[in-house]
């Protein structure tokens, strides 16, 4: 079982910025598609930035331009760079393994843009 551990949450005026991190354990991490997700107040998760194993990348076109998919495959974690953030941003972040489909899940890590 691949657990993920996200972190770098928090609260951020709105155009600041904020990194996330999500750490998975287990092997084969450098084998495996990454993708972030957010989660609106009473809404479904959406799909928010993807990463494959070859590092390419795709983003909801909300995002685009504003929002980059890293990863570091010897420290097992992905990231998400969030620059020039908007209230519309506020959700709860959660890291998959995998894009869709089966694939552990975080915990999921509150990101807030208010001022």
């Known amino acids: 079982q691949v657990q993920l551990v996200e972190s770098g949450g928090g609260l951020v005026q709105p155009g600041g910025s904020l990194r996330l991190s999500c750490s998975a354990s287990g092997n084969g991490f450098s084998f495996w598609a990454m993708a972030w997700y957010r989660q609106f107040p009473r809404k479904q998760r959406e799909l928010v930035a993807a990463?494959?194993?070859?590092?390419?990348?795709n983003y909801a076109d909300d995002v685009k331009g504003r929002f980059t998919i890293s990863r570091d495959n010897a420290k097992n974690t992905v990231y998400l760079q969030m620059n020039n953030l908007r209230p519309e941003d506020t959700a709860v972040y959660y890291c998959k393994q995998g894009i869709q489909g089966l694939g552990s899940w975080g915990q999921g890590t509150q990101v807030s843009v208010s001022s």
């Open positions: 990463i494959t194993r070859d590092g390419s990348t």
